[in-house]
Nanobody
């Protein structure tokens, strides 16, 4: 098991920036990958960005060029830098950790942090 705690959400104006953090209770190097997902009201949870243990990152098309995912293994923390925010980025953002346990994959989730983009 691993506990994931997100922070950094809040209210920001369109065009603004926020940085989300996800602190893990143990080494994120144990994970196959870490990622960020989001869920807007009335919508399904969707993938935003992910980073593998090797440092490769990928993004949803809707955030490419605006969001950047990074990790600090020494701090067991993953970040999501969000720039040029739009109202449609408003959602609860969840941190995800994916671990290989033998022959199966385990997914861990944080409690979420609210991001609201509004003037």
């Amino acid at each position: 098991q691993v506990q994931l705690v997100e922070s950094g959400g809040g209210l920001v104006q369109p065009g603004g920036s926020l940085r989300l953090s996800c602190a893990a209770s143990r080494s994120i190097f144990d994970m196959l990958a870490m990622g960020w997902y989001r869920q807007a009201p009335g919508k399904q949870r969707e993938f935003v960005a992910g980073i593998t243990r090797g440092g490769s990152a990928n993004y949803a098309d809707s955030v490419k060029g605006r969001f950047t995912i990074s990790s600090d293994n020494a701090k067991n923390t993953v970040y999501l830098q969000m720039n040029s925010l739009k109202p449609e980025d408003t959602a609860v953002y969840y941190c995800n950790g994916r671990e290989l346990l033998g022959v199966r994959v385990a997914d861990y989730w944080g409690q979420g942090t609210q991001v609201t983009v509004s003037s």
